[in-house]
């Protein structure tokens, strides 16, 4: 090699995953990132001194999960020295996602919307919870898919009961780390039906810590059908958060989809009197709201949640996004959820 390399110490599972990370965070394929969540999930249960003397004779890539590329950064990391791949990622990926939405991102204290490997998100609970506490959160509601959504693995009364004895176990594994206060929270990304009923066991969804109920089928439903099937969802006192309220979809891999059509005013009216958040849904394809009825439910006085929708943990990254379209709007921050600490948003949610 040319050159002096840059000094790494925080060994080899760590450059892996920060890779994972800034690929997620800088939305590259899925495919591209498996192969270094796979290789840092391979050697995060091999002792340090053994990994070292596999890099030392040539033998790493015998572990599976371990290819040429991630036994690059191994051997780098192992060495001390920065991994090529990871310095170059840092430079393509590492910077700000936007100019500006920063001011209100450090007054964020979590997140209220996203996904694991139990729906349709590509990594394991606790993976998410370890990048949440990364990224400085207090809390993060883990939401996976219902029922009726089974191109996403939504999950049944019996796997969402199960995932809550997960959650307890992640919990419990994170405070003996000594978590730091960090809380991952019970929740679900509930589907509102044609009916404007929610697709789970009320005595589920009393069990859970936040919830956001979304439409994801029939989006082209006639306005007035839809104004009522969202009303019924928000009427729901189980509802706390309305997400991604429009459906649409404005670039990306998905292709583009209009928003649904339904009463603004109404619906957003019906979640001031009902006491449940707007979401502001901070994927890049969807930026839903749109600025026009996100101006509007500002207006009406509603409150917002500020949310990544992450389906992998460099996309819990991404909140962001919303609060520089927040910050545009003039969104008071109090009137954001995720502002709030943990107990007040709990208050809110469950009374
Ligand atoms: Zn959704
Ligand atoms: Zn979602």
Redesign the pocket.
């Known amino acids: 090699m040319v050159g002096v390399s840059e000094r790494y110490d925080g060994g080899p599972v760590a450059a892996l995953r920060r890779i994972a990370f800034l690929l997620e965070r800088g939305r590259e394929e899925t495919y591209k990132v498996k192969a270094y969540r796979n290789a840092a999930a391979a050697i995060l249960p091999l002792p340090a001194d053994r990994v070292a003397a596999m890099v030392a004779d040539g033998t790493i890539t015998k572990v599976a999960g371990v290819g040429a590329s991630t036994a690059k950064v191994i051997t780098a990391a192992v060495r001390g020295e920065m991994p090529e791949r990871l310095a170059a990622l840092e430079k393509e990926h590492g910077g700000p996602l936007v100019p500006n939405g920063a001011g209100l991102r450090a007054r964020l204290r979590g997140d209220l ?1 996203s ?1 694991s490997d139990w729906s349709d998100g590509g990594s394991p609970i606790e993976e998410m919870a370890f990048t949440a506490i990364e990224l400085g959160h207090d809390y993060l509601v883990l ?1 996976d ?1 219902s029922p009726r959504l089974t191109v996403a693995r939504g999950l049944s009364p019996e796997r969402l009961a199960r995932q809550l004895g997960v959650v307890e176990a992640v919990n419990d594994h994170l405070s003996s780390l000594g978590g730091d206060g960090f809380t991952l929270l019970k929740g679900i ?1 509930v589907d509102i039906l044609d009916d404007g009923s929610l697709d789970q066991e009320d005595d589920l969804l009393a069990r859970l810590d936040v919830r ?1 109920a ?1 439409v994801h089928s029939k989006l082209k439903m006639d306005a007035k059908d839809m104004t009522k099937r969202m009303i019924g969802a928000i009427r729901n006192p189980r509802t706390n958060v309305l ?2 309220c429009t459906g649409r979809l404005v670039t990306g891999g998905r292709g583009t989809r209009p928003e649904s059509q339904f009463d603004a005013r109404a619906v957003f009216e019906a979640c001031v009197e009902h006491d449940v958040a707007v979401e502001i849904n901070s994927r890049p394809e969807r930026r839903d709201p749109p600025t026009a009825l996100l101006e509007l439910a500002r207006d009406l006085g509603c409150l917002f949640s500020i949310d990544s ?1 992450a ?1 992998a943990p460099g996309q819990l990254d991404f909140q962001v996004y919303g609060c520089e379209r927040a910050e545009a709007a003039g969104i008071d921050p109090d009137r954001i959820v995720n502002t709030w600490p943990e107990d007040r948003l709990l208050t809110w949610a469950n009374r």
């Open positions: 919307h996904h939401t898919h990304e956001v979304s997400g991604h929708d389906h």
